[in-house]
Structure formats: C-alpha cells, structure tokens
C-alpha cells in the first residue's frame, strides 16, 4: 500500500490554525467573552517564548491547551459547531497546489492522510470538502459531552506525528520507498524523512535548506 501524508498549517492550509482560532474567538458574537480570559492566560507564556526562555513546542503545547481551558464552559456539541463555522473562512487560503495533489494521489489509489497538530474535530470540520482516509490530529479530552481538561492532553507535533502514523498503520504493509509526504517546516522533517517521495510546501529557511541538498521536490 502506498501513502501520501498531508500536513495543514503552511502546507494545505497556507496560514497559520492558531491565528485563525484567535482572531474567531476574539470576534464571535458569543464566545468572545472568552477571549480576556485566554489572552491573560496565554501572554505571561508568549512573553517567555520571546524571550526564549520556552522552547516552542513546550510554547504551542501549552497555548493549546490554554485556548480549550478558556472554552471550558463550552460543551463538546457547542465546540465542534465552533469549528464548522470556521470552515467558510478557511477554505479560500487552501493551498491549490496541494488540494491537486491530492486528488491525483486519491485517483491513483494512495492511502491519504491528514497529520497535523490542530484540533481533530477542527481539522475534520474545515476539511469536511475534501476526502481523507484518516485524519489524525490533536485529540480534545472530553467526559461525555463536557471537556475534560483535567485528563491528559497529547499535542501532536514533531516525532509524535510519526508515532500517531504507524499506530494509524498498524496491520497494514506500506511501501514507504513510493510514498509521498508534504510538509512545509522543520518541525515536519521526521514524516518527511520516512518516505521516498518527501515534497516541502513553501517550506521555512531550514527546510529549505535540506530540500535543496537533498535535492527534494519544492512546490
């Protein structure tokens, strides 16, 4: 089986996820009440990150989780209707290039994935036009129908996405040598290393970087 694995931010989606999810919480008609006490929580956290006293995924890690915390009175249902309407704001910065991608791989029979680090149910509500066969991204704790921010919160980035691959994998025999990745950062260097057709997206300095010694494709 050969697969072709998708990154979102910078790759499908040519911005950034956390930016968006700030600017629509900072002005939904509802939920912007929330958004006080998100900034108090997160900028003591961003100033420290600046400052380079943080290292960013601990950085991302936690602004995740503070953004869920500030939702908290929010349940599961009211958060996922969050999510999908968000999808007509998103779409237009889709990156063209890789939605093509895409559909050529699906029509050739690969086994296409979603990795990303933004919310599940986000990614499956702004890509709900699109077909993959998994998508896997950073689950939200819930109990029932409420969050759940007290259990264990795991933000899929850097090796974790290669781990949430395999395990997505598992039983499945993949010919990793004719599969495709796309990614647009050094944080994506793992899944990008792992198959034989790595593609980097509008890909950052680093990146760059090892795209061009390695002689990768760059779209």
Request: aromatic share 18%; proline share 4%.
């Given at each position: 089986?050969?697969?072709?694995?998708?990154?979102?931010?910078?790759?499908?989606?040519?911005?950034?996820?956390?930016?968006?999810?700030?600017?629509?919480?900072?002005?939904?008609?509802?939920?912007?009440?929330?958004?006080?006490?998100?900034?108090?929580?997160?900028?003591?956290?961003?100033?420290?990150?600046?400052?380079?006293?943080?290292?960013?995924?601990?950085?991302k890690e936690r602004s995740m989780r503070l953004y869920l915390q500030a939702l908290d009175p929010l349940t599961m249902t009211e958060l996922h209707e969050y999510f999908k309407s968000m999808h007509s704001v998103i779409v237009p910065d889709f990156n063209e290039q890789v939605i093509n991608r895409l559909t050529k791989h699906r029509k050739e029979g690969y086994y296409v994935l979603l990795v990303s680090g933004a919310y599940t149910p986000f990614l499956q509500a702004v890509t709900n036009h699109l077909t993959f066969d998994q998508i896997i991204g950073t689950d939200i704790p819930s109990r029932g129908n409420q969050l759940a921010m007290d259990q264990p919160?795991?933000?899929?980035?850097?090796?974790?996405?290669?781990?949430?691959?395999?395990?997505?994998?598992?039983?499945?025999?993949?010919?990793?040598?004719?599969?495709?990745?796309?990614?647009d950062s050094i944080s994506d260097l793992p899944v990008l290393e792992k198959v034989g057709y790595p593609v980097a997206v509008r890909p950052d300095e680093k990146l760059t970087a090892i795209a061009k010694q390695r002689n990768w494709e760059i779209l």
């Open positions: 089986m050969k697969i072709a694995i998708f990154d979102f931010d910078g790759t499908l989606y040519t911005k950034e996820t956390f930016k968006l999810l700030m600017e629509q919480l900072k002005n939904h008609p509802t939920y912007k009440q929330y958004y006080g006490k998100f900034f108090r929580s997160i900028l003591p956290l961003y100033i420290r990150y600046k400052l380079k006293i943080l290292p960013e995924p601990i950085m919160f795991l933000h899929i980035q850097g090796r974790r996405k290669n781990e949430q691959i395999y395990q997505a994998l598992l039983g499945k025999t993949v010919d990793w040598d004719n599969s495709f990745a796309y990614g």
